[in-house]
């Protein structure tokens, strides 16, 4: 019964894991990128639908900017 049941558990487990990545990489990364490039740039970007890959890249590289200064900080 074990043998039947493990693989579907696991299965069950990297679904919720891919959940969970793919919420924290769009509530996260690509809010915090779109909010900078909206102050960095006066509102003019991003535009909608068409920087969504800088919107992204700005966010990661916002939260490891974030992270530096907070361990320079401490």
Do not use: N
């Amino acid at each position: 019964m074990e043998d039947v049941l493990e693989p579907l558990g696991r299965f069950i487990l990297r679904i919720l894991k891919w959940i969970v990545v793919e919420v924290i990489i769009e509530l996260v990364l690509k809010s915090t990128g779109h909010m900078v490039l909206k102050l960095l740039t006066f509102g003019k970007y991003p535009r909608a639908g068409r920087d969504e890959g800088r919107t992204f890249a700005v966010g990661f590289v916002s939260l490891i900017v974030i992270f530096v200064c907070l361990v320079l900080i401490a």
